[in-house]
């Protein structure tokens, strides 16, 4: 450039398409006219005809380029102009080359030490050859020996190629979703029937990164300069949500200084000063999974600004560095500045949450709830000697005699499905009266399980699961003659099956979670999507290990945040399992059989002075409250009607043990049933209407269910009942009420109505017969749970006080003081907190440490300069815990007891007494039952008084309503979808009643894990070469990386 004011010539070599748009708020446009509008530039756009058809020679000479490729566009043609004429390259031109191979990519990444998921890389020469570094098998595939596990990604190597494959574990359901480029409303779409991975070229293989539904999309302008949107994940359900002009919704987030440093290395890998890139952020870590090249924001005209500001310094600093580039003190665009409109989404409104009254917002919502209506849980066991049996024990546990065995993959089942289906012969003989009562019994048991094999026509160890346990063993001459070996002669085979989520029981999750959405977070009904998708809404789903309660999860979660599709993906998205947490009742095993033998001796000796509930003012406070006084006679009557159940299935199992006598014993299995993987979705009209049981319980295992029932409920050679039976009878009664009412089978109704009065008294008493033993197991049982609950609360508290400490100080400091102050507390204060947490990984299974949730919850952040949002500040955190009936029965039981512990002797319960009597009352904990405790903050107090954060509690009895009902909507419901309706939340605490967080944190403390309890997570194999950033390293990354240094709320 000559001094005589000449204007720098920018060259815009690009394909039309980019720069011209019929959409005034086109990015480049936008950009390019605010770099123009500085009057110290020339902006030369070359056009599509010059550049695809006109020499190199003949292009405009020009100061400083712009190229970047894409479709259509010749990029060694930009290369040859760039070296004839030297421009100033804002993107250097020969790397962009790497950006179409996703292999080079990585490697570049890896290169400049960016973190990238664990990967591996399948090159194939042509189309469908076979590899031998390649193995895939039923949950896995192998890569050169590194195994990659489901759920895993599947990219094709070209970049240009958007068609990415997920692919989901059978004990998820199984299944693949497609992602690509958006379609309409549409990113991805889910494929049940596909399990094998595609082999008609190469592809990357890489672990499929938990992000809890959210991408992070990073633009940056050069390398000192980033900004990061979030969005909803095509993961998830496939829906793109899009704002009433039609653009997808994403929301301005905050970068850590880890973060900002890959957007330094990613510009500085791939000399491109502008470029976007994809960012996982995975329990606490980010990985960089895409890199775009040159990408903008769109309809953000304050990323706007601030990209001309930087590329017009960058122009004048290569080509004219002795004049100023200081930005002017007004933008000489701002008066034609278009006004922005309020962020609104189509499909849930302008939702934007505000404060909650005059003083108190909210700021936690826990819950605890239990899962939806599935169907009974049952349990095969038999002695197995036949070697076919014996030898798939060996098979699966490497040749030990002695060591037992689980089957629970596809092909594993399938090996004892082939066994059963030779073991059983195909009729009956017809001279069963002849045989051995033992050998009859076996053969029914193992008929038992090759119907329980063949059920649903699809394996899936999320339902079914066979154990093998070696009982006898011998020894005999090994096959080479060399010695000897053991060999099993007698193994206990346990088949357990059932307990599926139904149809009803997806509707039920998936309604509640409609009805937390509307109603758990106070102002506008849909005002909790849009507080979720600006990342002021930190939600965390963790769920036990059972199917069903993994599927209620993910079921709630689709109604909670409005998701669309199948519910795989959402579980592997959304859903964690903590079976440590949400599982298991082994701590408190001595206790409850010691509580149901204190039942048994009250129910058979009929003791009244334990019954005589109205001579005490509280009921609820004498052994075995609840029990019906005759529950002696009620038992007789009830295995009485049990037996007249059982003979009625019974007739229906033979006419459909015949016709199917009448096919191949070894005749194919029907098709894939999606339905029997995820629970069925809608009622199988067909089979009602064929008069068949609902679901796909054939008559024969019905009549295994009843039989198993009425033979254990009653010894009749010893002549003794066991208690125990009663949930199980009652279970199956209100099973078979409720979905197989049209099998019109006499006498249910009235064992319904005999076992309720007894489950009544029986399933709450089982969890303790007083209530010092209801908390004695009650805390046993929940203690993890209850210590995760604390850190929540803790965890909220103090983030709460984080936010409102600078804002009470802002009369006393200068804005920029504030502004250094919070940006170096942000950068600094996660190392120091975390240095030993940072050099290990954090599952998603057991991430519950309260530093490593704390450093979480710090994070990530919506950014205010850039949200069009009211309160940017403003965040939620909601934590939400599925799990079984004895989760949620410990949990309340501390709830309501924790006061006559005898270090809290003299307080007063967490549950008034108006509560405890309906307590009392209500008994029984049904599905999609919960326990809800909010947390609210009162901004008008100070912050050291005890009342500025208050808990309220609430619960709901689930679908308490009794299968018989026949009064209005209701029992129409009931009628024509099998579902029962939930209760509705109820009050645990007086209206008007001020529950302190330090007095339930008093009160809960003594039955919890304490905090530095929780095991430290550890680090999974496949993810240990990815975790070996100090905190030295990010403290000087943290020191080195200036961004967002204009905003004040930076950790907010």
């Not at 031998?132 to 890569?143: I, K, R």
């Not at 307080?907 to 039952?929: I, Q």
Request: with cysteine; charged share 30%; aromatic share 8%.
């Amino acid at each position: 450039m000559e001094d005589g004011g000449e204007k720098i010539k920018i060259g815009v070599c690009v394909m039309e398409k980019k720069v011209i748009s019929d959409v005034l708020s086109a990015p480049m446009e936008q950009i390019l006219g605010r770099v123009g509008a500085f009057g110290e530039f020339e902006i030369i756009y070359f056009g599509d005809k010059v550049i695809l058809e006109d020499s190199v020679e003949s292009w405009p000479i020009c100061d400083c380029l712009i190229a970047f490729s894409s479709s259509g566009y010749p990029l060694e043609k930009a290369e040859q102009y760039a070296s004839l004429r030297r421009p100033f390259l804002v993107n250097e031109l020969q790397p962009q080359h790497l950006l179409h191979d996703r292999r080079k990519v990585y490697e570049r990444l890896e290169m400049f030490g960016v973190p990238v998921p664990n990967y591996a890389l399948v090159n194939r020469e042509y189309p469908y050859q076979e590899l031998d570094y390649f193995v895939e098998q039923e949950d896995f595939v192998e890569v050169h020996g590194k195994r990659f596990w489901k759920p895993f990604v599947e990219k094709p190597i070209d970049g240009d190629d958007h068609s990415i494959m997920i692919y989901y574990p059978s004990s998820a359901g199984g299944g693949m979703k497609e992602l690509f480029r958006k379609v309409g409303n549409r990113s991805s779409e889910f494929h049940p029937e596909v399990r094998r991975v595609r082999r008609e070229g190469s592809y990357i293989y890489e672990e499929f990164m938990p992000t809890g539904g959210t991408d992070v999309k990073v633009y940056t302008v050069g390398s000192g300069y980033a900004h990061a949107e979030a969005r909803k994940s095509p993961v998830v359900d496939g829906v793109v949500m899009r704002n009433p002009d039609g653009k997808e919704v994403r929301y301005p987030v905050l970068l850590t200084p880890a973060e900002k440093q890959m957007a330094r290395d990613v510009c500085t890998a791939f000399r491109q000063e502008v470029c976007g890139f994809d960012l996982l952020r995975c329990e606490g870590r980010s990985y960089v999974c895409d890199v775009n090249g040159w990408s903008f924001v769109k309809n953000s005209h304050k990323y706007y600004d601030d990209t001309a500001c930087i590329l017009r310094k960058m122009f004048l600093d290569a080509k004219a560095p002795h004049l100023s580039s200081t930005i002017p003190p007004t933008l000489p665009w701002k008066v034609n500045e278009a006004v922005q409109s309020s962020e609104g989404l189509t499909r849930q409104g302008s939702g934007i949450i505000g404060t909650f009254g005059q003083a108190e917002e909210l700021r936690c919502v826990i819950a605890i709830i239990r899962h939806g209506d599935r169907t009974p849980k049952q349990k095969v066991k038999l002695k197995a000697t036949e070697e076919k049996l014996l030898n798939l024990l060996l098979k699966y546990n490497s040749g030990k005699a002695r060591a037992e065995t689980k089957l629970k993959s596809a092909v594993q089942l399938q090996d004892l499905l082939d066994a059963t289906r030779i073991l059983v012969p195909p009729t009956r003989s017809g001279r069963e009266s002849d045989s051995d009562a033992e050998d009859l019994e076996h053969a029914e048991k193992l008929r038992q399980v090759k119907a329980v094999l063949e059920e649903g026509g699809h394996f899936s160890g999320i339902y079914r699961k066979v154990q093998l346990k070696p009982l006898k063993w011998v020894k005999v001459p090994k096959n080479n003659g060399d010695g000897e070996e053991e060999r099993p002669i007698e193994a206990l085979m346990v088949l357990k099956y059932g307990g599926v989520l139904t149809h009803a029981g997806r509707k039920q999750a998936e309604e509640l979670g409609r009805f937390f959405r509307n109603n758990m977070y106070p102002g506008e009904g849909t005002g909790l999507l849009r507080l979720h998708s600006t990342y002021r809404h930190d939600l965390k789903i963790y769920s036990s290990d059972e199917g069903r309660v993994q599927m209620s999860a993910a079921a709630f979660a689709k109604g909670l945040l409005d998701l669309e599709g199948q519910l795989t993906p959402i579980l592997v998205s959304l859903v964690s399992k903590d079976s440590s947490m949400l599982d298991g009742l082994e701590d408190a095993s001595i206790e409850m059989d010691e509580a149901k033998a204190r039942l048994n001796e009250i129910i058979i000796s009929e003791s009244k002075a334990a019954n005589s509930n109205g001579s005490v003012q509280f009921p609820w406070m004498v052994d075995g409250a609840g029990l019906p006084a005759n529950a002696s006679q009620l038992l007789p009557k009830m295995a009485k009607l049990t037996k007249k159940i059982t003979e009625q299935v019974k007739l229906l199992a033979q006419d459909e043990d015949e016709k199917l006598a009448m096919t191949s014993s070894y005749s194919v299995l029907p098709p894939y049933d999606q339905a029997k993987a995820l629970g069925m979705t809608i009622i199988d009209v067909a089979r009602i209407a064929a008069g068949l049981p609902c679901g796909s319980e054939g008559f024969l295992l019905m009549f295994a269910r009843w039989k198993k029932l009425e033979r254990d409920l009653y010894n009749e050679r010893k002549d003794r009942f066991d208690i125990t039976q009663i949930p199980d009878v009652y279970d199956s009664c209100k099973y078979d009420l409720l979905h197989n009412a049209h099998l019109n089978l006499e006498g249910l109704a009235e064992l319904f109505k005999v076992a309720q009065l007894l489950a009544d008294g029986v399933i709450p008493n089982e969890y303790g017969i007083n209530p010092k033993q209801k908390l004695k197991i009650g805390s046993k049982i929940a203690r993890r749970l209850l210590g995760k609950i604390l850190i929540d609360l803790h965890n909220t508290r103090e983030e709460a006080i984080s936010v409102a400490e600078p804002k009470s100080s802002e009369n006393q400091t200068s804005t920029s003081c504030k502004t250094r102050m919070e940006e170096k507390d942000y950068q600094t204060k996660p190392q120091s907190r975390n240095e030993d947490t940072r050099r290990s990984s954090f599952t998603s299974e057991k991430s519950l440490d309260q530093d490593d949730d704390d450093d979480k919850e710090i994070k990530y952040r919506l950014d205010p300069k850039y949200a069009n949002v009211k309160t940017p500040e403003r965040h939620v955190r909601t934590r939400l815990y599925f799990t079984s009936e004895s989760h949620i029965h410990s949990l309340m039981n501390v709830l309501r007891y924790c006061n006559l512990d005898e270090s809290l002797q003299g307080e007063d319960s967490l549950v008034c007494e108006n509560a405890l009597e309906r307590l009392f009352k209500t008994r029984e904990l049904d599905y999609m039952s919960y326990i809800v405790l909010r947390m609210f903050e009162n901004t008008e107090v100070a912050l050291e008084d005890p009342k500025r954060f208050r808990i309220e509690m609430t619960f709901s009895r689930g679908a308490d309503l009794s299968p018989l009902e026949n009064d209005g909507g209701e029992a129409s419901l009931l009628h024509q979808e099998h579902t029962l309706p939930i209760m509705g939340p109820e009050r645990l605490q007086e209206v008007g009643s001020c529950l302190t967080l330090d007095k339930f944190e008093k009160m809960v403390r003594p039955f919890a894990m304490p905090a530095e309890d929780f095991p430290p997570p550890a680090t999974p194999q496949a993810f240990s070469g990815y975790f070996k950033s100090s905190a030295g390293m990010l403290e000087r990354l943290a020191n080195l990386w200036p961004f967002h240094k204009n905003s004040t709320a930076v950790a907010k």
